[in-house]
């Protein structure tokens, strides 16, 4: 069975611009949480969908969304870049919600905003 | 607000040695799951262990185990016998069961394994 997959696996923008990255979980799970990673701040959350709803948000601003689609799949969009965006964006997926099931993480998308 | 501390930035141990990660918590939640991720170099993620909160049984998993205290809010990771693949970061990481369920991580501890 194939892993997670995210594309692309690098990325980089300059400040104002907007991105859109993609997280393909393990067929068959139906959770995408995401997350993002940073040297400074660590692993933070920064939201879950579960059945094309968002279930859970972290603590960050509106520039940060996403959606998920029918088939599970998961896109992640920031607007307006910023310098702090720079980051290690990792999706994760689950069989179902997320809390109770192990998550399964991709290799991650690394965005570079110049 | 729950945080997840880790007080070893950096740990190093021998091979075939055992080796303990430290992990700390903070949370008013009763119901919770605790796990310890390991990411190597080449950055993956992977699930190393997971514990239930209402569990009072240590996880195991084949080297790898847990000391949970509950009442002390600690959690920390014994690796046996370290193997060179060990060499990782490893993250511990605290999400309540209800009320606000976002995953919140530690800031790692790198363990080198020297052969």
């Known amino acids: 069975k194939a892993g997670v997959t995210q594309t692309p696996r690098y990325l980089i923008k300059t400040r104002g611009q907007q991105v859109t990255l993609s997280c393909s979980p393990i067929s068959g799970h139906r959770s995408v949480s995401w997350y993002q990673q940073t040297p400074g701040q660590g692993l933070q959350f920064l939201f879950e969908y579960f059945s094309e709803t968002q279930r859970n948000k972290g603590n960050f601003p509106g520039r940060f969304s996403g959606r998920q689609f029918s088939n599970s799949r998961s896109e992640m969009n920031v607007s307006t870049l910023e310098l702090g965006d720079s980051a290690l964006y990792l999706c994760?997926?689950?069989?179902?919600?997320?809390?109770?099931?192990?998550?399964?993480f991709g290799p991650g998308t690394r965005l570079t905003v110049l | 607000a729950q945080t997840v501390t880790q007080s070893q930035p950096e740990m190093s141990v021998q091979e075939a040695e055992t080796v303990t990660l430290s992990c700390t918590y903070d949370t008013s939640e009763s119901d919770y799951y605790l796990f310890w991720y390991k990411q190597p170099p080449s950055r993956q993620m992977i699930l190393v262990i997971r514990q239930e909160a209402y569990k009072q049984q240590n996880a195991t998993e084949n080297r790898f185990s847990v000391n949970f205290q509950k009442a002390a809010k600690s959690f920390s990771l014994k690796i046996s016998d370290s193997q060179l693949g060990d060499a990782a970061m490893y993250f511990c990481?605290?999400?309540?069961?209800?009320?606000?369920?976002?995953?919140?991580f530690g800031a790692g501890t790198r363990l080198t394994v020297k052969p």
């Open positions: 994760a997926s689950s069989i179902t919600r997320a809390e109770y099931n192990e998550q399964f």
């Open positions: 990481a605290y999400r309540p069961v209800y009320n606000n369920n976002d995953m919140r």
